[in-house]
C-alpha cells in the first residue's frame, strides 16, 4: 500500500474538518473538529526535517588571501598573517527551534491566542521559548560535531566577500517546523599563530561559548533548499571598535609592545588577552548570521 506522506494527511484531516458531516449533533461536532484540529497541530509540529549547515570563516576584503589582510587602529596599518598553525578545538554547536507564527497557514488571531493548541506560537527569531527540555522546542539541535580544525584561514570555498573557509564537521540536524530562535558554539581553545609587521604573535584562548542571533526570520520549513549559514570573521576579533563612546584598540596596545615576540593569553599580556575575549563575545563582529535579503533564502 503507498505510504502517504505528511502533506497528503494534513489535506485528509482538513477535509474532514469542513465536510458537510456533522459527527452527531451540532455540539459533538464542534468537540470532534477541535480534537481534530489538535491532533493535526500536533502531527504537524511533531514532524523534524533535515537542514544542513554552512560554518565558514571569512575575511571581508574580496581575495582569495583569507590569511593575509591589512587592518587600521588609531591611523596606523598592520598587516597580518595567519600561520597555518592556528586551530579552533570546537565542543559543539547547537541551535534552539522557536515554532513558527503562523498555524496551518493562517495568521493567529485574538482567539486562537487564547486557546490552548497555539499557547506556543510567537513573534519569529527572537528569543528561545522558556519550555522543558522534553519539549519538542525545548530541545537544543546539533549541528556542529566536536574537534579539532586545523587550518582555519586556508581557502577551500567562496562567498559574496570572496574567499572563505568551510569548516568540516557541520552535519545535517532533525529539527522541528518553525524559525531559528539562536545558535549556539562553544570551543575547548583557539590557538592562533600570526606576525604582525613582521612579528610572531602567539594567542591562546580557553574554553568559551557564543550565543549567536538572527537578526531575521531563518524558516525551517518543507522544502527548504539550502543550508542554513553562520559566519566568523578571525580578523574582526583584531580590529577597532567603540564600546559606550571609549574606543578599544587590540592591534594600538599591541603596537606598544613590539618589536618582538608576545604571547597572549590568561596569564600573558592580559590586557590584550581580555579585549579579545570581549570582541568574541561582542555582538555581530566575529560570529554572526547573514544580513537578510528580499529572495535570498538564509
Not at 66 to 95: A, D, P, R
Not at 262 to 269: A, F, L, Q
Amino acid at each position: 500500500m503507498k505510504q502517504l506522506t505528511a502533506k497528503q494527511i494534513s489535506f485528509f484531516i482538513l477535509g474532514l474538518l469542513f465536510t458537510h458531516c456533522t459527527f452527531g449533533s451540532v455540539g459533538d461536532s464542534n468537540k470532534e473538529k477541535e480534537t481534530i484540529l489538535q491532533n493535526l497541530i500536533f502531527f504537524n509540529n511533531t514532524q523534524l526535517i533535515p537542514v544542513g549547515t554552512n560554518l565558514r570563516s571569512y575575511d571581508d576584503q574580496a581575495d582569495d588571501n583569507l590569511n593575509q589582510f591589512s587592518l587600521t587602529s588609531n591611523s596606523v596599518n598592520y598587516n597580518i598573517t595567519i600561520q597555518s598553525s592556528s586551530y579552533i578545538n570546537w565542543e559543539m554547536g547547537t541551535y534552539r527551534i522557536n515554532p513558527p507564527n503562523q498555524v496551518l497557514g493562517v495568521s493567529t488571531s485574538s482567539s486562537e491566542k487564547n486557546s490552548t493548541a497555539t499557547a506556543k506560537t510567537h513573534t519569529p527569531y527572537t528569543v528561545p521559548l522558556d519550555l522543558p527540555a522534553d519539549d519538542l522546542y525545548g530541545k537544543s539541535y546539533p549541528f556542529l560535531s566536536a574537534g579539532t580544525v586545523s587550518n582555519i584561514a586556508e581557502y577551500n570555498s567562496t562567498m559574496e566577500t570572496g574567499a572563505s573557509f568551510l569548516y568540516p564537521n557541520t552535519r545535517t540536524s532533525n529539527m522541528p517546523l518553525g524559525v531559528v530562535a539562536v545558535a549556539n558554539v562553544s570551543w575547548e581553545e583557539i590557538y592562533i599563530r600570526m606576525t604582525v609587521n613582521g612579528n610572531d604573535i602567539t594567542i591562546l584562548l580557553p574554553q568559551g561559548n557564543k550565543s549567536i542571533t538572527p537578526k531575521c526570520k531563518i524558516p525551517i520549513k518543507l522544502g527548504r533548499s539550502g543550508n542554513i549559514e553562520i559566519l566568523m570573521s578571525p580578523s574582526s576579533m583584531f580590529q577597532d571598535r567603540t564600546v559606550s563612546g571609549t574606543p578599544v584598540r587590540f592591534l594600538q596596545q599591541l603596537s606598544l609592545l613590539l618589536p618582538g615576540t608576545i604571547v597572549i593569553s590568561k596569564v600573558s599580556n592580559i590586557s590584550l588577552y581580555n579585549i579579545l575575549l570581549q570582541n568574541l563575545q561582542a555582538e555581530d563582529i566575529v560570529f554572526s548570521f547573514p544580513g537578510c535579503f528580499p529572495g535570498v533564502e538564509r
